[in-house]
């Protein structure tokens, strides 16, 4: 068991360090449900089923795609206010 708690804590920090790291905003989203998923396998395996459902429900899936539709309606033009000079 303490094995797979230090592979898991490992896969969290290196998930974690995704998210900090990833440069696009899409990429970030992605790293955070991946960081979601990591940390509700560890909250499995330390005997914490509820707040393991939690964090697939929430951090997994509901965050992640509220953050999808939030970067699909904003508009990404970076273009200077003002028109085309």
């Not at 797979?4 to 896969?11: C, E, K, M, S």
């Not at 992605?30 to 940390?39: I, K, P, S």
């Not at 951090?59 to 273009?79: E, W």
């Amino acid at each position: 068991m303490s094995v797979l708690l230090g592979v898991l804590f490992l896969l969290t920090a290196a998930s974690g360090t995704g998210v900090a790291l990833s440069r696009t905003p899409r990429q970030q989203v992605l790293a955070m449900a991946v960081n979601g998923m990591v940390l509700a396998l560890l909250f499995m395996a330390l005997q914490a089923p509820d707040v393991a459902f939690a964090e697939v429900a929430v951090g997994t899936a509901a965050l992640p795609l509220l953050f999808l539709v939030v970067l699909a309606s904003i508009k990404m033009d970076r273009s200077p206010p003002g028109g085309d000079s």
